[in-house]
């Protein structure tokens, strides 16, 4: 699908996904004789541009982590590529789905991950040291006090007191910790920064400070974001651009303002409708509710796989499978219908 | 009279080893007949003790060591006739008729609040049975009932069902048709629909706000998130460690909150329908519980703190001209002498 990747620039990307699937295996028997797969990512393809963020959105069981964590290549994709090309247009371009261990290595710390739960994600029995000045440790790059002095200075940037340095994670609070992993994930200067889900287990009021903290580091250290969530008020903030995925696929792809303005899929509108916004009561917003429950990845139904909630369905839906398609600049999406739909967006102001 | 519950100066303190964490501290707030009252406010500052106060469930260490919780119901003349949860014995047999039948609850992880070794139909029942006069068959009716007015597909089947045979939603639509089963007055739901995601939640909530209706019960819906509230309450109460900061009308408070911890909190959300570049923070962090701060507890916090007030006096509750409860120095004549009034400084919206 070469249509997703042709951005305004022609300057090729950072980051490349094409087709990129990764069935598991659902085992029974003495014998664990695999009787399916579950679909975990079915053909996913979209790009990423050096300083940008790209939100990733969608409910839970949709794939989105496997995506990340295919990335990290945590897993081993079923099928597809992933160009990931670190050093700019003239350096060199991996392909993380097919590179093997050793050659992934060198690669890896320009790949780097926020987890989500600042509280299991920290080793416990560590200080700060070690946490955050462990990757530099592993690559064999810094010892000593030139280890310290660069763990120092991470703590300085993501806003931690550098005499926390000898202390355990236990002392801090979840922003705090939370801020530590951030320092660990960027003392090796990555390039790309896969978030999943980093402010979901915070407070409102702690979210809006790491929110701020991801932002504020994107612009001083030139950095490209994976974020993975399923906030669509989070999401909106931080991303340039979004992606919705429902049960393995994307549905749909566009800068975060036109998306949520205007969304091309029944499934990104009532994903928006169903958004609490925390004002004054918008009393005749219509709130669309889906009837039944995420489809199964082991046994997606046929045809579109959003067509059994989908309140636009016609018999079309349910034979044949929509692609993700160009439908204007920077807009893509899996619909049959998405150019006769006018669907609603989110209240803009 | 149509106040259904009337907490009063309610403090439920945890003693332990590190000290006395007062959890609840002096809450006050009272919720009307058939009205959704949403408590919001972040981890930490009393939401849930307050709820299991109200249902007497605290356990030690904790312990609900002042306060009145005045809960009228109407007896056999129709006159309502108030009585004080907190002078019942707990496990007495008036208590346990009033919990789970006059006033019932409803938890965040629903899977979890279910046994997982018996079946769906058999937990309703025992429910109806403990509460009600009725037969065992005529208890399965019930629950039957319960189950199609929850909108659970095949009602009937569903009642040999164990909990881990249903999802995240289905389970707490079972817990809403128990809590429901003995037409309770009062339905405390303690972050319902958190777990969820975001289209199940919005079937969950559709569903309480049906059936709040149609059953006319009073819901305290408590929850982190400020959108839902805004969404579902008739009137709201922010908490902060463990005291209710500001209690009105959600339209009026989501409107021009008058408390600067609420105002704190609004400005601290991502929001869909504005585009900020940053996002407001609140400094610092929720003290632990069991420091002792004197004067105002948000002051360090808070932006428009008067030294020498602030950290003097404890703010009391004061009521407003619109009915609104707050509780804060900045609207007492404390903070006229030392400046003009910040009060009408709504510049917040």
Not at chain 1, 278 to 291: C, N, W
Not at chain 2, 37 to 53: H, Y
Not at chain 2, 58 to 66: C, E, I, K, L, M
């Amino acid at each position: 699908m070469p249509a997703i990747h042709s951005n305004a620039e022609n300057s090729s990307p950072l980051l490349e996904v094409n087709g990129l699937k990764k069935h598991f295996p659902l085992t029974a028997g003495l014998f664990s004789k695999v009787v399916s797969h579950i679909k975990a990512v079915d053909g996913v393809d979209f790009a990423l541009k050096k300083g940008e963020t790209l939100g990733l959105v969608g409910e839970s069981g949709c794939g989105k982590t496997t995506v990340g964590r295919l990335i990290m290549r945590l897993y081993e994709p079923t099928a597809g590529s992933i160009q990931f090309r670190p050093h700019g247009e003239e350096g060199e371009d991996y392909n993380l789905a097919t590179l093997d261990n050793a050659s992934l290595r060198p690669v890896r710390s320009h790949l780097q991950m926020i987890f989500q739960d600042p509280y299991t994600s920290l080793n416990p029995r560590k200080t700060l040291l070690d946490i955050i000045g462990e990757p530099l440790r592993l690559n064999g790059m810094r010892k000593g006090s030139e280890l310290e002095d660069r763990v120092v200075e991470m703590l300085r940037l993501v806003g931690l007191r550098p005499e926390y340095i000898t202390r355990y994670p236990h002392a801090f609070s979840g922003g705090q910790r939370q801020r530590i992993g951030i320092a660990r994930a960027l003392i090796l200067n990555p390039t790309l920064v896969i978030a999943d889900e980093p402010v979901s287990a915070l407070d409102v009021s702690v979210q809006a400070q790491i929110l701020n903290l991801l932002k504020f580091l994107q612009r001083e250290l030139d950095l490209t974001y994976l974020f993975i969530a399923h906030d669509l008020g989070v999401v909106k903030h931080i991303s340039d651009r979004v992606a919705v995925m429902y049960v393995g696929k994307l549905v749909e792809l566009a800068e975060a303002d036109d998306l949520y303005r205007k969304p091309l899929h029944p499934y990104t509108e009532a994903l928006l409708s169903a958004v609490h916004v925390a004002g004054p009561a918008q009393s005749h917003r219509e709130r669309i509710v889906l009837e039944g429950e995420v489809a199964d990845p082991s046994n997606p139904p046929s045809g579109c796989y959003f067509h059994p909630r989908c309140r636009y369905a016609q018999d079309r839906c349910r034979q044949e499978t929509p692609e993700l398609q160009g439908v204007a600049e920077g807009r893509y999406v899996a619909c049959h219908l998405a150019e006769e739909l006018d669907l609603a967006g989110a209240a803009s102001g | 009279m149509d106040t259904l519950l009337e907490v009063r100066n309610l403090q439920t303190h945890f003693f332990m080893a590190e000290g006395v964490a007062k959890a609840v501290d002096s809450t006050t707030f009272s919720i009307r007949r058939g009205q959704v009252l949403g408590v919001v406010g972040e981890s930490g500052c009393g939401k849930s003790v307050t709820a299991r106060s109200i249902m007497r469930m605290v356990r030690p260490p904790g312990h609900t060591v002042d306060g009145e919780i005045l809960y009228s119901r109407p007896d056999q003349d129709g006159q309502g006739a108030s009585i004080d949860l907190l002078q019942l014995p707990a496990t007495g047999t008036e208590m346990r008729a009033i919990r789970g039948g006059e006033i019932a609850m409803i938890f965040q992880e629903p899977r979890a609040s279910l046994s997982p070794v018996h079946r769906i139909g058999d937990q309703i029942t025992e429910n109806i049975l403990l509460h009600q006069e009725v037969s065992p068959s005529e208890a399965e009716e019930i629950a039957v009932d319960m189950l199609r007015q929850v909108h659970i597909p095949l009602a009937e089947q569903r009642l040999d069902a164990f909990a881990h045979q249903l999802s995240g939603g289905m389970c707490q639509r079972v817990m809403i048709a128990m809590a429901l089963s003995c037409h309770p007055s009062l339905l405390i739901a303690d972050e319902p629909t958190t777990a969820l995601d975001v289209t199940t939640e919005a079937q969950i909530l559709e569903l309480m706000q049906g059936l709040q209706a149609d059953l006319h019960m009073a819901i305290m819906f408590i929850t982190h998130d400020l959108g839902v509230v805004a969404d579902m309450a008739d009137e709201v109460a922010v908490m902060y460690l463990g005291k209710v900061v500001e209690q009105g009308a959600a339209a009026d408070i989501f409107r021009d909150p008058k408390h600067p911890y609420t105002i704190a909190l609004l400005e601290s959300l991502p929001r869909m329908d504005q585009r900020r570049e940053w996002l407001q923070t609140i400094r610092g962090v929720v003290p632990d519980p069991y420091s002792t701060l004197s004067g105002c507890p948000f002051h360090p916090r808070c932006a428009d703190f008067i030294e020498g007030v602030c950290d003097e006096i404890v703010p009391e509750p004061i009521t407003l001209e619109d009915g609104r409860e707050v509780r804060c120095l900045l609207y007492t004549e404390h903070a006229h002498q030392e400046r003009p009034p910040v009060a009408e400084d709504a510049s917040h919206s």
